[in-house]
């Protein structure tokens, strides 16, 4: 947590990760942040198949559960929306609207407020109301390419002949659109503090997938035949590839400046290179020259002559054991007094010079854990708090228990 937000307050309203990631990189940030939970439901990512997720996004958070659909739990969150500088939802179509918790009813309430509605397709559009999961995001913004094999069936498209389990199949829209709303809620925040003005952020995940893609978006708009060219003449693409190192692992090696071509071909002895830029030929005198040392051997060498070459890893213990990303301390260990040590990825900037966090979030809460804490804030007493459990308000009833049920 680097504290960057610190003061900030923060009430998330939200199922699965569009809402929780954004509450999770604004917690990160050092907001604190409320997850405003349903009292019978909750945030299902608490389910056996998605824990270790709700671990990750919902650490640094604390949990109250009301019941919005009642007026009681409404009125209760009004009470905490007035302490609050910004609003988490990603909530599609008219369903806050229902509960009373529309942009213009809470801006009614408290003008200057920062409302985030994160949505996979946005909250405008033809698409506005569907319900959507990760993958549908980077479906949308064409992230994730397909083919139909022999046998019918479709799958991931995959440019060789080996399927690898990577990073990719972790969903890029709901990571792109929690960065953009994060950010864009930080933008807010400081025009506020500049005019006294609040802002209504209209998220799309998928918009966001697109957005992170600008520089292949701006090839395929702007230059298509620049773009073919460069896809037709990839066989013969030797100073921009990957090639295979002795120990079975990759390299993606980027000379394309003649200085650090020619610094390599003279640090493997192969000077008679220099004059050659690309083809098949080359690409398999290069292959055989890398193919003469291990990955590390050939990282170890582009830092001592500052070569434009990199690591290219294809499993998550090869990303766990590289020593840049263990440098700058990307992955991270906690431990949760319900589930035990779990690992996370940790914020990608380095504050202050500081690569160790300034604090340990907080375990993800279980569900309602901090709802009577947040609530004898309010000035609820003990028995107030008794009452608005045992009228469905902060509790629900043991048949309203719907994970337990498996109606999710």
């Known amino acids: 947590m680097s504290g960057l937000l610190s003061g900030v307050r923060v009430l998330e309203s939200s199922m699965l990760l569009n809402g929780a990631s954004t509450g999770m990189i604004l917690a990160d940030l050092g907001a604190e942040v409320t997850k405003v939970e ?22 640094g958070k604390r949990s109250v559960t009301l019941n919005l659909k009642l007026e009681a739990g409404r009125e209760i969150f009004y009470r905490l929306l007035a302490q609050a500088d910004v609003f988490v939802t990603n909530a599609v179509g008219n369903r806050n609207a229902k509960l009373g918790l529309s942009y213009d009813d809470l801006r009614a309430r408290k003008p200057d407020i920062i409302y985030c509605q994160n ?5 405008t559009g033809p698409y506005a109301n569907l319900p959507v999961h990760g993958q549908m995001m980077d479906a949308l913004a064409g992230a994730t390419p397909v083919e139909t094999d022999a046998d019918g069936l479709v799958q991931p498209k995959c440019a060789g002949p080996r399927r690898v389990l990577t990073m990719s199949a972790a969903g890029e829209g709901t990571s792109a659109g ?23 952020l209209d998220v799309s995940a998928a918009d966001a997938a697109v957005a992170s893609a600008w520089t292949a978006a701006s090839l395929l708009l702007n230059r298509p035949g620049l773009a073919e060219q460069r896809q037709a003449n ?18 993606l090696f980027c000379p394309e400046e003649n200085k650090f071509w020619h610094a390599f071909c003279a640090l493997v002895g192969r000077p008679d290179l220099t004059g050659r830029e690309q083809g098949v030929d080359l690409r398999q005198e290069i292959g055989a020259i890398f193919r003469g040392r291990t990955q590390r051997e050939w990282m170890a060498l582009a830092v001592e002559h500052r070569l434009p070459l990199g690591p290219a890893h294809l499993t998550i213990d090869e990303l766990g054991t590289d020593p840049q990303l263990r440098h700058r301390g990307v992955f991270r260990q906690a431990d949760h007094p319900a589930r035990g040590a779990y690992r996370y990825v940790a914020e990608p900037v380095v504050v202050d010079g500081h690569a160790e966090p300034a604090g340990e979030p907080s375990p993800a809460p279980e569900l309602g854990e901090h709802t009577d804490e947040v609530l004898s804030a ?8 008794g009452e608005l459990a045992a009228a469905g308000v902060t509790r629900a009833p043991a048949r309203e228990d719907y994970i337990s ?4």
């Open 119 to 123: 949505t996979g397709f946005g909250a």
């Open 378 to 385: 309010l000035g609820f007493t003990a028995a107030e708090l």
């Open 405 to 408: 049920q498996g109606i999710y």
């Open 234 to 251: 990839f066989q013969n693409l030797a100073r921009y590839q990957w090639y295979e190192t002795s120990d079975g692992k990759f390299v």
């Open 178 to 200: 929690a960065v953009q709303a994060a950010l864009h809620i930080a933008a807010a925040l400081y025009r506020r503090q500049v005019t006294g003005q609040g802002a209504y």
């Open 38 to 59: 349903d009292p019978s439901l909750g945030d299902y990512l608490r389910i056996d198949d998605t824990y270790h997720l709700h671990l990750h996004a919902n650490k």
